[in-house]
């Protein structure tokens, strides 16, 4: 009974862990700390293969795919802290300590029966009792229990499952559709142009200039232009601070071109 | 006996609460295991008060239930965190009216 006494506080405390616990790590961590503890219990109460399965199927393998999948969706995502139900927290507790209390209540006052012991059904040892009652009384359950494994794996691996819709371009393809669009529109077959190098700027969103001043988009990834729409004139604004500057202090007659609102054709005149 | 009896009632009683109060799903499921878990310990337990191993096989089969159920049960969340982007229970309400 010294082994319950000092696990049974450890579980409880546990499990709270699980209520509370801020992130799913932890509360995978508190699930773990049940877990063993449980299996220690099973061992203190002659069940000795229920013990090893416990710690190897429990603990080994349900825990593992619980940590799997946190690392999958990520470790880091919280949880929402808004309630979508009003009221709802403090009516689950009240309905949970009413349900714990009750049940408490009702089994503390019908379990009376002597405690028999499992010494008598554990002769053979345990695993032996267990093994005669599972192919003897249970042996219809069991098979059932094979079907409903293999009905699980299947299922898990549909549901898991992505299906490849398109087949993928190989290289070989992508080359020539660039050249096939080279062909018939005229577009640029190699290199595109690399994001913009400046003196005080240098990285992947700035936007490389034309030679006309203007900053050119399709030098920016697909990605962060979407995503920032002020891009363009972000560059723009700083390039034209720049050109503003050189134009001030007039370096030889050299006229800096103008940014401006031209799409690129006037900027011969001006210059 | 009583006293594993009570443990196992308050475990219940602490997952049951969980799943009622917790929104991300993955820790909505490990309280559903805790819960399955506390039913094992007092299967476990009656069978010892009983002297025969059939609480023990029960718990057996209970094991076994579990383990395909998780299984499957992650399989759903993570299908559905590949087209959600979220494992929040309430954002799962594609099915309303």
Redesign the interface.
């Known amino acids: 009974?010294i082994t319950?006494w000092v696990l049974?506080p450890l579980?409880?405390i546990a499990?709270?862990g699980?209520?509370f616990?801020r992130k799913?790590v932890h509360?995978?961590l508190c699930?773990a700390v049940?877990?063993i503890s449980?299996a220690m219990?099973?061992a203190a109460?002659?069940?000795t293969?229920?013990f090893a399965?416990?710690i190897i199927?429990?603990t080994g393998?349900?825990m593992m795919?619980?940590l799997f999948?946190?690392m999958?969706?990520g470790v880091e995502?919280r949880?929402?802290v808004v309630e979508?139900i009003k009221g709802?927290?403090i009516a689950?507790?009240v309905?949970?300590?009413a349900?714990?209390a009750t049940?408490?209540l009702a089994?503390?006052q019908t379990?009376s029966?002597a405690?028999?012991?499992?010494d008598?059904?554990?002769q053979y040892g345990?695993i032996h009792?267990?093994a005669e009652?599972?192919f003897s009384?249970?042996v219809v359950?069991f098979q059932f229990?094979a079907a409903?494994?293999i009905?699980?794996?299947l299922?898990?691996m549909v549901?898991?499952h992505?299906e490849i819709l398109v087949k993928p371009k190989t290289q070989y393809e992508r080359a020539e559709e660039r050249i096939k669009a080279f062909g018939d529109a005229g577009s640029h077959p190699g290199v595109g142009a690399t994001p913009g190098v400046y003196a005080r700027h240098n990285a992947v969103d700035m936007p490389a200039l034309l030679p006309d001043g203007t900053p050119l988009e399709e030098s920016v990834s697909a990605v962060i232009r979407n995503r920032q729409q002020d891009l363009p004139t972000r560059g723009r604004h700083d390039v034209e601070a720049t050109l503003s500057q050189i134009n001030d202090e007039d370096l030889g007659g050299l006229a800096a071109p103008q940014l401006g609102a031209s799409d690129g054709s006037g900027e011969q005149e001006d210059a | 006996?009583?006293?594993?009896?009570?443990?196992s009632?308050?475990?219940?009683?602490?997952?049951?609460?969980?799943v009622?109060?917790?929104?991300?799903a993955?820790?909505v499921?490990?309280?559903v295991?805790?819960m399955l878990?506390s039913t094992?310990?007092a299967f476990?337990?009656f069978?010892?008060?009983?002297?025969?191993?059939?609480g023990?096989?029960a718990?057996?089969?209970v094991?076994?239930?579990?383990?395909?159920?998780?299984?499957?049960g992650?399989?759903?969340?993570?299908?559905i965190?590949?087209a959600r982007r979220s494992?929040?229970v309430?954002e799962a309400n594609l099915l309303k009216a």
């Open positions: 009974m319950f049974a579980m409880v499990a709270l699980l209520l616990a799913a509360a995978a699930l049940v877990m449980l219990l099973y109460q002659d069940a293969f229920l399965v416990q199927v429990y393998a349900i795919l619980f999948v946190l999958l969706v995502s949880e929402a979508a709802q927290r689950a507790a309905v949970g300590l349900f714990g049940a408490t089994i503390g379990v029966a405690v028999v012991g499992l008598d059904a554990n345990n009792g267990l009652l599972l009384d249970y359950a229990t409903l494994m009905v699980a794996v299922g898990a549901l898991a992505r | 006996m009583t006293a594993y009896i009570t443990l009632m308050i475990l219940f009683s602490i997952g049951a609460v969980g009622l109060v917790r929104r991300n993955i820790i499921f490990m309280c295991e805790l878990n094992n310990l476990v337990s069978a010892r008060q009983h002297g025969n191993l059939d023990q096989t718990a057996f089969f094991m076994v239930v579990a383990a395909a159920e998780v299984v499957i992650l399989a759903i969340i993570v299908s965190y590949r494992t929040n309430d």
